[in-house]
C-alpha cells in the first residue's frame, strides 16, 4: 500500500519560511518523479514543483520560481519542499504526488497523493 505523508506546514507570517516533508511508502520511491501542488482556497489545484528521480531535473511554476526549493532524498524515501519569502497568495494546501513516468506539471500524470499539509501566510 503506497502512503505519502506530508508535515511541515503552518501558519506563518508574510516573508517567512517553511520546510514541507513528504514521507513515503510502499513504492520504489527512487524509481518515482516527485511533484509538489497546491490548492489555494475556492480555487482549482496547480502545480507548484516537480523532480526527477536522480534529483537532477527540476521543474518550477513560474509564480515560485526563486522563492522555492524541492529536493529529495532517496536513502529516507522523502521529498522536500522549501519555501522562502512566503506571500499571502501562497496560502493552499500543500500536496505531493508520485509519478512512475514523469516529473511533469500534468497532475494527470501523477498516480499517488498525499493527503496534504495546510499552509497559512499572515499579512
Known amino acids: 500500500q503506497v502512503q505519502l505523508v506530508e508535515s511541515g506546514g503552518g501558519l506563518v507570517q508574510a516573508g517567512g519560511s517553511l520546510r514541507l516533508s513528504c514521507a513515503a511508502s510502499g513504492l520504489t520511491f527512487s524509481s518515482y518523479g516527485m511533484g509538489w501542488f497546491r490548492q489555494p482556497p475556492g480555487k482549482e489545484r496547480e502545480f507548484v514543483a516537480a523532480?526527477?528521480?536522480?534529483?537532477?531535473?527540476?521543474n518550477y511554476a513560474d509564480s515560485v520560481k526563486g522563492r522555492f526549493t524541492i529536493t529529495r532524498d532517496n536513502a529516507k524515501n522523502t521529498v522536500y519542499l522549501q519555501i522562502n519569502g512566503l506571500k499571502p497568495e501562497d496560502t493552499a494546501v500543500y500536496s505531493c504526488?508520485?509519478?512512475?513516468?514523469?516529473?511533469?506539471?500534468?497532475?494527470?500524470?501523477?498516480?499517488?497523493w498525499g493527503q496534504g499539509t495546510q499552509v497559512t501566510v499572515s499579512s
Open positions: 523532480i526527477s528521480w536522480s534529483g537532477g531535473i527540476r
Open positions: 504526488a508520485a509519478s512512475a513516468t514523469s516529473w511533469g506539471t500534468y497532475s494527470n500524470h501523477y498516480r499517488y
